[in-house]
């Protein structure tokens, strides 16, 4: 039983293209998360939306923007695609309010920007 | 050094034996989560102990937290190869932005 999913286990992009990662959730969730993993760095936030069409910066927004225009949907877009942005990306999401719950998090997926 | 900092950052261990992962944190929190990630998979929380909570216990996990020492551990009782993940510590200070991740635990457990 999927609760949270991401569109693409494993995307392949070129540099200056413009990309969109995908992320549903089906809990009916008000919080939702878009981190990045990268080998020894843990997992660092993007952006973050506690409510629709709300967006807040997280730790390293830069390059990236998001769109959340449906409870359940939580995009994020990354402009001009760099190879720096190679990287796993990881949405959540929780209830609302913070401090209670832990977060489900989709599968994740591997861009690869060359 | 990072919020959320286990310790070790690799362990092996047989089957059937205990493995004792740690974290340390920083600042005052409001809660620990611990969770496991599968190689190239998303994180599943396993569990989340308050900071006026001592002890948790969930299955074969048992997690503890120590707010003086700003420390919690995670044990996993008689392994299972099927417990070969990383684990990884996540700090709440409040606020959206304040849950912290750690860099992880690479747990194998040997059959």
């Known amino acids: 039983d999927v609760k949270v999913t991401q569109s693409s286990r494993y995307l392949v992009k070129r540099t200056g293209e413009k990309v969109f990662l995908e992320c549903v959730q089906d809990?009916?969730?008000?919080?939702m998360f878009w981190y990045r993993q990268d080998p020894g760095l843990g997992l660092r936030l993007i952006y973050f939306?506690?409510?629709?069409?709300?967006?807040e910066k997280g730790d390293i927004p830069e390059g990236y923007s998001v769109s959340r225009e449906k409870k359940e949907r939580f995009s994020l877009i990354l402009e001009s695609a760099s190879t720096n942005q190679t990287s796993m990306y990881l949405c959540?999401?929780?209830?609302?309010?913070?401090?209670?719950?832990?977060?489900?998090f989709g599968s994740g997926t591997r861009l690869t920007v060359v | 050094s990072q919020q959320g900092e286990e310790d070790p950052q690799a362990l092996s261990i047989q089957e059937g034996e205990n493995a004792t992962m740690n974290c340390s944190y920083k600042?005052?929190?409001?809660?620990l989560q611990w969770y496991r990630q599968n190689s190239g998979r998303g994180l599943v929380h396993l569990i989340l102990?308050?900071?006026?909570?001592r002890e948790k216990h969930s299955g074969r996990l048992r997690v503890t937290l120590d707010t003086s020492k700003k420390s919690s551990s995670l044990l996993i009782t008689a392994s299972r190869a099927a417990d070969t993940a990383s684990y990884f510590c996540?700090?709440?200070?409040?606020?959206?932005?304040?849950?912290?991740f750690g860099i992880g635990t690479k747990l194998q457990v040997i059959p």
């Open positions: 600042t005052s929190i409001n809660n």
């Open positions: 996540a700090s709440d200070s409040g606020g959206y932005q304040k849950v912290t």
């Open positions: 809990m009916d969730h008000e919080n």
């Open positions: 939306s506690y409510d629709v069409k709300m967006k």
């Open positions: 959540a999401s929780s209830p609302a309010g913070t401090g209670t719950y832990g977060y489900t």
């Open positions: 102990i308050r900071s006026n909570e």
